[in-house]
Nanobody
Framework: KVQLAESGGGSVLAGGSLRLSCAAS????????MGWFRQVPGSKREGLAS????????WLAESVKGRFTISQDNVKNILYLGMTDMKPEDTGLYYC?????????????????????WGQGIQVTVSS
């Protein structure tokens, strides 16, 4: 079973930066599909970014493109979300998600429950 441990959340002023980490353990895999989601009360989880460790190809939602970056350390099995120029609307509960050994990668694959694992969620608050 895959275990995910998120860290790096907190409070920041608008325009500030944070970096979230998600450490994966418990399942050896040569390929992972990994991503970050954000959820605010009353809304569905919004896909923000994904990365395919096969070729390090990435996808970013339009709402964060140019401000957020997704990256991963395939030796330590850690997923990162770098957030800069943060806005109050970035406030929410951030979740990492992973699929071990996928045949394809993207937000839709991460939303499928098959072999998908979620982190516990971590709060990010941006104040104006």
């Amino acid at each position: 079973k895959v275990q995910l441990a998120e860290s790096g959340g907190g409070s920041v002023l608008a325009g500030g930066s944070l970096r979230l980490s998600c450490a994966a353990s418990g399942y050896p895999a040569s390929r992972w599909c990994m991503g970050w989601f954000r959820q605010v009360p009353g809304s569905k989880r919004e896909g923000l970014a994904s990365i395919d460790t096969l070729d390090n190809s990435t996808w970013l939602a339009e709402s964060v493109k140019g401000r957020f970056t997704i990256s991963q350390d395939n030796v330590k099995n850690i997923l990162y979300l770098g957030m800069t120029d943060m806005k109050p609307e970035d406030t929410g509960l951030y979740y990492c998600a992973v699929v071990a050994g996928p045949s394809w990668c993207g937000v839709a694959r991460l939303l499928s429950p098959v072999d998908r694992y979620w982190g516990q969620g971590i709060q990010v608050t941006v104040s104006s």
